[in-house]
């Protein structure tokens, strides 16, 4: 039996090449040696307020997505949150195990709360229920970013803790699994920071689903500095170096060679290429999303199916907690 590897993406924003080059391509690959698990974790987005139209839509996007970029629905599972019932109680069990205190230090949680006039209690709440996502599969492996290590460190003590309170062989306690290659892609236009889903700046964020026209006017005007040389120097040349850190992650040319090749260039030449070198991933990818997006049928049919697929893994997980808490089964 292969290893089980479990992630998600919130679908809120818009997914942009950070989110490709850092988790989908990975994913894709990661499809070979594991058993893959894909979520558009819906529940999670839930705990801030959502207009039920656009959630729709993004979820559904959000799903051809994972299918254009070569997740692929033979070899692994695809599935929306909240079809997938379990979670939700899986959730609710592990939040009768989690101490108020040990949410309330959650750097998100800290940090999102902070920046929000009124807290719901699911913000407090959302790492139970990613708890409750990684566990009911006997997740070996997570792939997730530095930003959500903490969250997988609560899902462990979780795990070590209701294994020692209703058996040892509960659950699984999943490690985190760090890509070898994962390159940070920062913001077009504030380079200094992640590019980012939530980011309200227009250009900032290369997004799948841009135009290749979007994706060639975003480039141009991708903030650099005032000198004139092409290095790869991201304290000091954050915008440039950023540039040739999204073609390197694209093309698999070095740095190093790609600097070299800009000797004497200027930077609308390295403006230029990465349009280029983006639209040129994106092409086949925007084609094979509208092709599935085109007919809404046949997605959700294939939704239901891997819902299904899903439940039977987490509902033999879930029957197996309730018994080891006492529940009686009907
Ligand atoms: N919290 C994750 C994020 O924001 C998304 C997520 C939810 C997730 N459940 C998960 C990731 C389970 C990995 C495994 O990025």
């Known amino acids: 039996m292969k290893p089980v590897i479990l992630s998600g993406i ?4 818009k ?3 950070g989110h490709y080059l850092g988790a989908l391509k990975n994913w894709v690959l990661l499809q070979e040696q594991y058993e893959c698990l894909f979520m558009v974790v819906d529940l999670h987005s839930i705990t801030v307020r959502q207009d039920p139209k656009v959630l729709r839509e993004r979820v559904l996007s959000f799903v051809a997505l994972y299918l254009a970029c070569g997740i692929d629905p033979d070899r692994s599972t695809i599935f929306i949150q909240s079809s997938v019932l379990e979670h939700a109680q899986l959730g609710w069990i592990l939040n009768c195990h989690t101490g108020l205190g040990e949410l309330q230090r959650m750097t998100q949680f800290k940090d999102k709360s902070s920046r929000q006039e009124s807290v719901q209690a699911g913000l407090l709440n959302y790492p139970t229920l990613m708890a409750a996502d990684i566990l009911l599969y ?3 492996l997570v792939p997730v970013g530095e930003d959500q290590k903490q969250h997988l460190e609560l899902t462990r003590d979780l795990a070590i803790r209701m294994n020692h309170l209703y058996g040892e062989d509960l659950f699984v306690v999943p490690e985190p699994f760090i890509p070898q290659v994962g390159a940070r892609i920062m913001s077009l ?7 980012s889903k939530s980011d309200p700046l227009e250009n900032a964020s290369l997004n799948l689903l841009d135009s290749q026209s979007m994706i060639e ?3 141009k005007s991708a903030v650099t500095d005032s000198g004139s040389v092409i290095r790869f120097d991201p304290a000091n040349q954050p915008g440039v170096s950023n540039l040739l850190t999204i073609q390197s992650a694209i093309s698999g040319v070095s740095i190093n060679d790609l600097v070299s090749n800009y000797s004497g260039k200027m930077y609308g030449h390295l403006k230029v290429d990465t349009a280029r070198i983006v639209n040129e991933l994106l092409n086949p990818i925007r084609e094979r999303y509208e092709t599935l997006r085109s007919s809404e049928d046949e997605l959700l049919e ?3 199916k891997h819902a299904i697929r ?3 893994k987490a509902g033999a997980t879930l029957r197996r907690v ?3 808490l006492g529940f009686v089964p009907v």
């Open 189 to 195: 236009q504030q380079p200094e920071r992640k590019m």
């Open 302 to 304: 294939l939704m239901a």
């Open 217 to 219: 006017k975003k480039c």
């Open 310 to 312: 899903a439940r039977k």
């Open 15 to 17: 997914i942009n090449i």
């Open 138 to 140: 006997g997740t070996a």
């Open 322 to 324: 309730q018994d080891a």
């Open 10 to 13: 919130q679908p809120s924003g």
